[in-house]
């Protein structure tokens, strides 16, 4: 079953997504790293499947429960524990039209104010029950009605996290962001970690790489 995303009242089917990217990681005290590959995401499994070519070929089965890493060559794989991996990635936030707010407004935040500084419009979220032990409030700015930026919280107010998404397109009628940075913050509001995701060659229901889709792996 495909997702329905809509814009200007005009309903495009959208179930499958691929695409290139790359993903640059730089780490304090590390070296930097490269990865780049081919991704396949599946909506009616909800699933994301990364085929990386460099700098080690091996493949990657994403869902909102378990990651399997499967190295070329090897029989062995690694499985990883990944709660909500799926439901908070971009892919499915925009085929569900929820990454304007990047989903808050139907997950379990309530928002608190809403302010206007020059072409941003900010906004700042409280989590409400359980989560409130693990998770602080969030801030976000959208500049022409899109998620621009997004800053995570702990309880006691210190930054953790912090995200901005640029280069919009708009792939069969929704747009996506085809970079993204992210930075981690250490406990004393050190940035430790800088990531660079690109994508680029955006297609939407290929009718080719089947096997990519499938839930085997």
């Not at 070296?31 to 909506?43: A, I, P, R, S, V």
């Not at 700042?124 to 029950?129: A, H, I, R």
């Not at 969030?138 to 899109?146: F, K, L, N, P, S």
């Amino acid at each position: 079953m495909a997702s329905s995303c809509q814009l200007f009242g005009q309903v495009i089917l959208v179930g499958k997504v691929e695409c290139n990217f790359s993903v640059k990681e730089i780490t304090v005290g590390k070296d930097d790293k490269l990865q780049m590959g081919k991704l396949f995401y599946n909506h009616s499994t909800q699933q994301i499947h990364y085929s990386i070519t460099f700098p080690i070929a091996k493949s990657i089965l994403a869902t909102d429960k378990l990651t399997v890493v499967k190295r070329s060559g090897l029989q062995k794989r690694d499985t990883i524990p990944s709660p909500g991996f799926i439901s908070t990635s971009m892919f499915n936030l925009a085929c569900n039209n929820n990454m304007e707010y990047f989903g808050l407004d139907k997950a379990p935040f309530e928002l608190v104010s809403t302010k206007v500084e020059e072409e941003l419009v900010v906004s700042t979220w409280k989590p409400k029950g359980v989560i409130k032990d693990v998770h602080g409030n969030v801030t976000m700015a959208q500049r022409d009605g899109r998620l621009f930026a997004i800053n995570f919280y702990s309880p006691n107010g210190k930054m953790t996290s912090q995200q901005f998404f640029e280069d919009y397109i708009f792939l069969k009628g929704y747009a996506f962001p085809t970079k993204v940075i992210a930075f981690v913050f250490n406990s004393i509001g050190k940035k430790v970690k800088t990531t660079v995701t690109e994508y680029t060659n955006l297609v939407a229901n290929s009718e080719s790489n089947e096997v990519f889709y499938s839930a085997d792996f």
